[in-house]
C-alpha cells in the first residue's frame, strides 16, 4: 500500500529532465499529467504486481495505497486530481482541508510514530521478484496512453487552454492552483511557462506554491480582486521522505521474515 501511495508522484520525476533538455513545457506536463489519474495508475499497479508472487493480493494493496493518494489529494485545498481521464479531464477537489492546517500536522504525527516503530526492529534483506512476461506488453501500453492523449489535454485541461489561449479569459474568473511563484515584486506565478502577475497585499517568497483565483485582466497580463492560498512547501517533502524511509524499512523486513521461513 506504501509503494501504491507513493506511486502517482514518482512520475513527476521525469517531468524535470524531460525540461531539462528542452522539450516543450506544454508537451511535457501534458505527458505526465495522466499518470496523476486512477486510470492509468490502474495499469501502472497491474505491471508491479506481476512481479510479485500473489498478484492479486498485491494488485489490490498497491491500488488501494493509490487511490489513498488521491483521496487526500482531492481533500487537500488548492489540489486537483483528474479523476475521470481519459474520459473527462476536468479537474476536481473538495477543499476540505489545507495540509498546514491541525489536520495536516495530525496527519504528519501519525506517520512520523509509524516509522519509530518500524526503526525501533532491526531489518535484514533478500529480496525476490517473479518476472511475468505480460508486463511487457503492459508497460508499453502505459506510455502509449498518454502520449496518444497530449493533443486532448493540451486543449481541454484548464492550465494548458489558459496558458495558450490566453485572450479566451480576458474579463473571466479563473482558479490555477499550486502555481510556483517566480517574481515576489511584482508578485508573478508560472503557468507552464506563462508568467502571470498578481494582484494581492498579501508578501509572498520566490519558490513558494499558491492556489489563486481572479479576474484575468490580457492587457496587464494580471488577475485583478484574488483569493490567494499559500500551501506548505515544507511539510509534503517531510512527509514523502518519512513515507519512502518507511516503505522501504517495512519492505526489507518482510523480505526478511519470507527468507527466514524459506530456510526455516
Known sequence: MLIGAILPDVTWFVMWPLLLVGIPTSFVYSFVLPFHTPF?????????ALFLKDVRGGFILL????????ILDISEYGNYVTLLYPFDISPVSLNLFAINDDIGY???VFLFFALLCAIIKPCKTNLHLTFRNASVLLFPLLLLIPLSTCNYVSNDFFYFDFANHSDHYDGRTILLANRPIISSNPLAIDVLGKKLNIETNSQFEVGNHIT????????????????????NDFLKPIGSAIGFILLVILCFRTQNLIFEKEVG
Open 106 to 108: 495530525i496527519l504528519y
Open 40 to 48: 492509468l495508475m490502474l495499469i501502472f499497479c497491474l505491471i508491479i
Open 212 to 231: 489563486v483565483e481572479g479576474v484575468y485582466n490580457l492587457k496587464r497580463n494580471i488577475l485583478l480582486n484574488t483569493k490567494v492560498h499559500l500551501h
Open 63 to 70: 491500488y488501494l495505497g493509490t487511490i489513498s493518494h488521491f
